[in-house]
């Protein structure tokens, strides 16, 4: 019998993994995101479980005995093609990332890599996938195109507000009003988590272009895939393009295409996309001649602009060339009483989805909000009452203690500067690490009796403690 998933989850994921100490590191990192997290250890009990369980993503590991991590793509891809599956592998090459594309993965992470951008990749991907699901045709054909990697096409990104009385954000929407009909690029600067890309998207929705709104993360993609993933390529381009890849120009042929932390991208792609935008045309990896594409562009970065040219790490013309109208997005900390009104907002969208009756947020919560210094900006507002709402269940009011949760690990006080969590700097490597060398800790050094309390063998010990060793972790 399939096994829904509980209504106080965003959704749930299938990890698969051949290692039990990753497997539980994951499964916390995600379930402390709201997400409902089932693991298995290989890709023949994933085959199982995907028959007999409903999941919303699959984040798989590459190697891993009997069947290896190509070969869940290709079951996913054939059996559960709307079933969206991220790839992780310690094998970092542009061949293995293509392959993995080719097997129908939507996104790729080498290892090691930062905790939290697992989890927002993960996110991301679910967001996406019921983006596209709410624009499918009603006879429920699903919608014209493949997910590439760290992008999402929201079709024509109906009723996307950008909430705010600030007279800041007032401005700010008068000007994209005015801007959205018109083809001219915008470059929107601000502090990660400001809602760039929401603005991107109201932009788009104004705009009344029919194509689709396609966003691309370059700071996500391996330097190797960059231009891949802009600009498409064909099938012997390389080794490994087995097929013909459309890249995210010729996916917004007709939209918008948002550029999401364009200053990452390497300074030699960057001459290349000046010249598409110059153009008018986009050349794909192999191709022998260009093809003109109508695609309107909105840059975002996070970075300061003026420094990343001044280092030569951005190009001053392509900036020029992006940014006709530049926008800049106040942090939260700047929009006074707008910290309420969007708390409120989001307390409304997440009591909605969880099915929960009204719900209100006491006026001392209220007040830590309006004090506290937000680093993370909306995102961080959104996620803590995303909590709230959660861990106040059917009460109809939420209290700080909703928020500022005592067994939560990564719980600050509200107190008018709420610090960044200390493992978003952690990778899982490390986390690894720490597990392994406590385990032989409570078993005073018996490499046996700390293998068997992971899941693990004592060979695998062995040569976890030789790597260590090597690197200068431990004497």
């Not at 993994?17 to 994951?26: A, F, I």
């Not at 024509?156 to 950008?162: D, I, L, R, S």
């Not at 272009?209 to 600009?231: K, M």
């Not at 600050?412 to 385990?439: C, F, N, V």
Request: with cysteine; hydrophobic share 40%; net charge negative.
């Amino acid at each position: 019998m399939p096994v829904s998933p509980s209504k106080d989850v965003i959704a749930r994921v299938l990890f698969v993994d051949d290692e039990l100490p990753l497997r539980d590191v994951v499964s916390r990192i995600l379930s402390r995101r709201g997400l409902d997290v089932v693991t298995a250890g290989d890709a023949v009990s994933a085959v199982e479980m995907l028959r007999d369980q409903p999941f919303d993503l699959v984040l798989t590991d590459f190697q891993m005995p009997d069947m290896d991590g190509f070969q869940l793509l290709a079951h996913v891809r054939e059996h559960y093609p709307d079933l969206p599956a991220i790839m992780m592998t310690g094998q970092s090459s542009v061949q293995h990332a293509v392959q993995a594309m080719a097997n129908g993965a939507v996104d790729y992470l080498p290892k090691p890599f930062a905790v939290d951008a697992l989890a927002e990749r993960v996110l991301g991907q679910i967001r996406a996938q019921r983006e596209q699901a709410a624009t499918r045709p009603a006879d429920g054909a699903p919608s014209a195109g493949k997910a590439a990697p760290s992008k999402a096409a929201s079709g024509q990104a109906k009723g996307v507000e950008f909430v705010g009385e600030d007279q800041t954000v007032v401005r700010l929407r008068a000007l994209a009003d005015q801007v959205a009909p018109s083809l001219a690029p915008l470059f929107i600067q601000g502090e990660s988590g400001t809602g760039k890309e929401v603005m991107a998207k109201y932009v788009h929705a104004h705009s009344g272009r029919r194509g689709p709104f396609v966003a691309i993360n370059c700071a996500n993609l391996p330097r190797e895939l960059v231009e891949s993933a802009l600009f498409g390529h064909r099938k012997g381009a390389f080794t490994g393009a087995t097929a013909d890849h459309r890249g995210v120009f010729e996916e917004a042929d007709g939209g918008t295409l948002l550029l999401d932390e364009v200053t990452e991208v390497d300074p030699a792609v960057q001459a290349k996309l000046l010249r598409v935008l110059q153009e008018g045309e986009v050349q794909p990896v192999g191709a022998s001649r260009p093809r003109s594409i109508d695609v309107r562009v909105v840059a975002t970065t996070n970075r300061d602009v003026g420094q990343a040219i001044a280092d030569g790490s951005f190009r001053e013309d392509l900036y020029h060339r992006l940014s006709v109208f530049p926008l800049s997005l106040p942090p939260l900390r700047a929009r006074g009483r707008d910290v309420a009104l969007l708390a409120e907002r989001f307390v409304e969208k997440y009591r909605a989805l969880y099915g929960y009756g009204p719900k209100t947020l006491a006026p001392a919560l209220v007040e830590q909000f309006l004090a506290a210094d937000w680093p993370g900006n909306v995102r961080q507002l959104e996620n803590m009452v995303h909590r709230g709402v959660v861990l106040s269940a059917e009460r109809p009011v939420i209290e700080t203690g909703d928020v500022s949760h005592a067994f939560l690990a990564d719980a600050a006080p509200i107190d008018g500067g709420l610090a960044p969590r200390s493992l978003a700097l952690t990778t899982l490597d490390e986390m690894e690490r720490a597990m392994i060398l406590q385990a032989l800790t409570e078993t005073e050094g018996n490499q046996q009796q700390a293998a068997d309390r992971l899941g693990i063998s004592d060979r695998t010990i062995r040569n976890k403690l030789k790597k260590y060793r090597e690197e200068g972790h431990i004497d």
